[in-house]
């Protein structure tokens, strides 16, 4: 196999060189250099620009076209559906600009490409052009500024909601636990010096108000319409907490308690039933069967969005929203840190 | 020796050059070639370890898109390169996999787009361009050089040790740097990344330094800052933004190399790993990230603002026109570089900073929009009525136009901290850097290189075949980091090995086929390059003095490599650079050289 790729090489090398024998007899003959570039040069490359524009923005539609029904649900967290409506405001405003600014370029490119008998217009500067394209700009962005800021201080500023949940997601290489405060809705304080076999996410077994608290593995539930305040810690290297569904994202940071919290508006069921998402899993579950793979079932996901290391591919934890009476039915069944210390 | 070296600077200075260029043929192999103080031998050095570079780095980028695309897998290809510790049955390792993404993107980032663009350009056009019979310290210069060359080796020596080269993504963000526990690429390949790295901005500050000095000092006479080319001054504020930032990096990579090897706390606090908590508390990563960021935002426009500089040059000659808004393209650039100091939060909207804080560089971050539209539009307006004359070069730079457009319309939505949120670390942050800094400078680059290769080499690249790389090279490009924006928009994290074991990922497939096929055909387009490059070195056609009908004083040297640049007195500057198709004038180009007619404007007035 290397022996034939190395003979490819070579083949290729010296085909190549012979055809830049020909070509350079060829010249000679013809009287043609290097640096003159005529004018059918430049008509062929104008025109090339032009096809080019047509076809990068064609390609550009026909990609909206054939993905767009790949990217995520819409959101489904309160702040999420801002974020969205921002989003698209954003992107239909930078498509335009990109639409636009790249037909005139190619456009130009093409109209004015290099003639013979013309000679280029001689333009310096013009004070207004430019005001215009400075002031335009700072205007639009003016306005992206102002919208993006309102909403990044409504997401980050602090729970005022006394009824919030807390759930503290812990990360390490390479997967995510899940605690939850308890009865006493205070999340006991934590020694990382007391991790061990059992105490995975290093509770301080001498603070009281964590005996009550409840830790999960692999999914966690939460109730919907009701605000979550997400804690973020790190047991060794920087993770980062990605729920997409819900447009949230925070780092893990060792040594720091991170934090961010969103209301979740619909439950996993509403979600499985919502029409874009049945299109989606429809489209995902064809491809899985023409792999021999089973069928999957909609879910909301948390997954590690920082590097962390060799298997940071694989770190998930499923998330289950549910009506609130099913969450408290599900946390009731769940074991507090307390027995699982008594073991 | 010594005496062949030293370049008198003065303007007078005619009949030592003359010497010096007879001293050159007595010079042996090792002051020519190797340990060379001329500005246009270190140049050619600096392109040609950058181009063997550049290479190294997109064969990696290949074999994990072959992974991205087809997860699973057996490629000899894989096998073949990285043997059966790493591609065992041809299928990739996980961990050498981030090794390859950190080391693609430390090697494109710092050796091809920092080392390899400015040190090639900055090089070979300062003297040249300011009119200055070489750089301010010829010594210094060599340093440089010699010192990106080291930091070169290393780099690529650490591909070849036990553990892996070092994996932890191009940021080295701790404490998965900082700690071997955390994986293997943070053993000695780290270190050796560190160390390499702090050689690399060794060669940068010599280089800095010596370019800020001459574009100051050494103008000719006539050469006033308001008639340099937009390539020195591109070059000038890429040196200082250099300067100051740079060190910051060092001060970063200390106080890691201290966490790691001293047992200090400057980033690590907390932490348990490799089955025992450690000792280090105090310190944390997020200062690490603010050391790194504000070295990291400067440097993106340390890459991007030479490939301005050099397209504006090359749009104008080649629109025949002057550049559009000469004073508004120096003023855009001097705005960017001050702004590029104050954003570097934008990357930590998610880290844990105060959101408050992340609200400001929200704010300084879209301001950066502002000039860098007006860069754009100056550009299209410079082609609108030209008389465009389509070489490789030109046909490079429109494209820069237009990747820089592409990409940088997508900035706009990740410096909005709300936006960001959901695409922070996804693939649609990989497609807008690609575009924006990758491609454009890249594009840059390559047009800088087909416009002055008869500088670097006397000779002419083949203009059929540059024709061919850059369509395919064009079309290619846009192929796979267009496709990318919606791999984001479906919640696609950066930096997985594969995405299969999401079933949510699966329906993705194709993209990921369709970005690893343009990759693939992309980089065999570098083939016709690469030929075009080396065969022309030795083949090919000799250049004229002014190939281009250029108005720019490199191409007032004679086509000979002489010590001094010019053989007589130093060329004397009357005019700025931009007098193409002037009214009036029977040429459409007015080299700088040509003294004001009575009653005729300076600076595009008329």
């Not at chain 1, 919907?224 to 907490?241: G, L, T």
């Not at chain 2, 780290?190 to 500050?205: A, D, H, K, N, P």
């Amino acid at each position: 196999m290397k022996l034939l790729i190395l003979i490819g090489l070579v083949l290729l090398i010296i085909a190549v060189h012979q055809l830049m024998r020909v070509v350079e007899l060829s010249r000679q003959f013809k009287n043609t250099k290097e640096w003159n570039v005529s004018e059918s040069d430049n008509t062929f490359n104008g025109k090339l620009m032009l096809v080019f524009g047509i076809l990068f923005l064609g390609f550009f539609f026909w990609q909206i076209n054939r993905w767009s029904d790949n990217s995520l649900p819409g959101a489904a967290s309160v702040h999420g559906l801002k974020v969205d409506q921002l989003w698209d405001y954003n992107m239909y405003l930078v498509s335009i600009i990109f639409v636009l600014v790249n037909g005139v370029l190619f456009y130009f490119a093409y109209k004015y490409s290099g003639k013979n008998d013309t000679k280029a217009t001689f333009l310096a500067h013009d004070n207004r052009l430019e005001m215009a394209w400075t002031v335009a700009p700072a205007i639009v962005l003016a306005g992206i500024i102002i919208f993006g800021l309102k909403y990044w201080n409504e997401i980050t500023e602090r729970s005022t909601d006394s009824n919030k949940i807390t759930v503290e997601l812990y990360a390490k290489q390479f997967d995510w636990t899940a605690r939850y405060a308890g009865n006493d809705k205070i999340l006991g304080s934590t020694d990382y010096r007391q991790i061990n076999g059992q105490n995975i996410v290093g509770i301080d077994t001498l603070d009281a108000t964590s005996f009550d608290d409840i830790i999960v593995r692999n999914e966690f539930h939460i109730p919907v319409n009701k605000e979550i305040e997400f804690k973020m810690r790190s047991r060794d290297v920087i993770h980062s907490a990605f729920m997409p569904h819900f447009r949230a994202q925070m780092n893990c940071v060792p040594g720091m308690v991170t934090e961010f919290r969103f209301t979740p508006n619909k439950t996993t069921a509403e979600m499985r039933k919502d029409p874009y998402v049945i299109q989606l899993m429809k489209g995902i579950n064809d491809i899985r069967a023409k792999n021999n793979k089973e069928p999957v079932e909609f879910d909301y996901i948390l997954l590690c969005n920082k590097i962390c290391g060799a298997s940071h591919y694989n770190m998930q934890m499923t998330i289950i929203v549910e009506s609130e009476k099913d969450y408290n039915a599900w946390i009731a069944k769940q074991k507090v840190v307390k027995t699982l210390a008594s073991k | 020796m010594a005496n062949a070296h030293s370049i008198d600077l003065s303007e007078h200075a005619g009949h030592h050059a003359h010497d010096h260029a007879h001293e050159e043929e007595h010079q042996s192999f090792v002051a020519k070639y190797i340990f060379s103080m001329d500005h246009k031998m270190i140049s050619r050095q600096f392109l040609l370890t950058a181009v063997v570079m550049a290479v190294i780095a997109m064969t990696m980028s290949i074999i994990f898109r072959m992974q991205l695309a087809w997860p699973g897998e057996k490629f000899a290809f894989i096998n073949a390169m990285l043997g059966d510790t790493w591609g065992k049955d041809g299928i990739l390792d996980p961990n050498m996999y981030l090794a390859l993404v950190t080391i693609h993107g430390t090697i494109m980032v710092f050796f091809v787009l920092t080392g390899g663009l400015s040190g090639t350009f900055a090089n070979l056009l300062i003297p040249y361009q300011v009119g200055a019979r070489d750089m301010a310290s010829g010594f210094l210069n060599m340093l440089s050089y010699w010192f990106f060359f080291l930091s070169s080796v290393i780099m690529l020596a650490s591909l070849f040790i036990t553990d892996g080269p070092a994996s932890g993504g191009w940021t080295i963000y701790p404490p998965l740097s900082a700690l071997p526990e955390a994986m293997p690429g943070s053993k000695l390949g780290m270190t050796m990344w560190l160390i390499s790295m702090t050689l690399f901005i060794v060669s940068s500050l010599l280089g800095g330094i010596n370019y800020i000095v001459t574009i100051i000092n050494l103008r000719t006479k006539g050469m006033k800052m308001t008639r340099m080319p937009l390539t020195m001054w591109a070059i000038l504020i890429t040196a200082i933004l250099g300067v100051l930032s740079f060190p910051v990096l060092v001060s970063a990579v200390v106080l890691l190399i201290c966490d790691r090897s001293l047992g200090t706390s400057f980033y690590l606090s907390d932490i348990y790993i490799g089955g025992r908590p450690l000792d280090n508390v105090g310190g944390s990563p997020v200062l690490f990230e603010h050391l790194f960021w504000f070295l990291g935002h400067p440097e993106v426009y340390i890459v991007i603002l030479p490939a301005l500089g050099i397209t504006s040059e090359i749009i104008a000659t080649n629109s025949r026109k002057p550049i559009f808004g000469y004073r508004a393209m120096i003023g855009s650039m001097l705005a960017i570089g001050f702004l590029s100091f104050i954003v570097w939060g934008h990357h930590m909207f998610l880290t844990g900073m105060n959101p408050f804080l992340g609200s400001v560089f929200v704010f300084t971050t879209l301001l950066i929009a502002i000039p860098s539209a007006v860069k754009a539009f100056n550009y299209i307006t410079t082609l609108w009525k030209g008389n465009i004359q389509y070489t490789p070069a030109m046909l490079f730079s429109i494209g820069l136009v237009s990747s820089f457009v592409t990409g940088g319309v997508t900035g706009i939505i990740l410096a909005d901290s709300t936006l960001d949120i959901n695409v922070h670390d996804t693939y649609f942050v990989v497609a807008h850097f690609h575009i924006v800094m990758g491609l454009s400078a890249i594009f840059g680059m390559f047009a800088g290189v087909y416009h002055w290769f008869p500088k670097l080499f006397l000779r002419m690249m083949n203009k059929k075949l540059g024709y061919l790389h850059f369509w395919t090279t064009f079309v290619c490009a846009y192929g796979v980091f267009f496709p990318m924006h919606f791999l984001g928009l479906a919640g696609v994290p950066r930096r997985y090995y594969t995405n299969s074991n999401f079933p949510m990922f699966d329906n993705l497939v194709d993209i990921n086929e369709i970005v690893t096929v343009f990759a693939i055909l992309a980089a065999l387009a570098q083939v016709i390059f690469m030929f075009n490059f080396f065969y022309s070195i030795f083949r090919g056609e000799k250049s004229p003095q002014n190939p281009w009908n250029s108005n720019t004083l490199e191409w007032t040297t004679p086509m000979a490599n002489i010590h001094g640049n010019w053989p007589g007195p130093l060329p004397v500057v009357h005019r700025w650079a931009y007098d193409y198709s002037k009214p009036g004038a029977s040429a459409d180009f007015i080299p700088q050289t040509v003294p004001l007619a009575e009653g005729e404007h300076d600076n595009g007035e008329h």
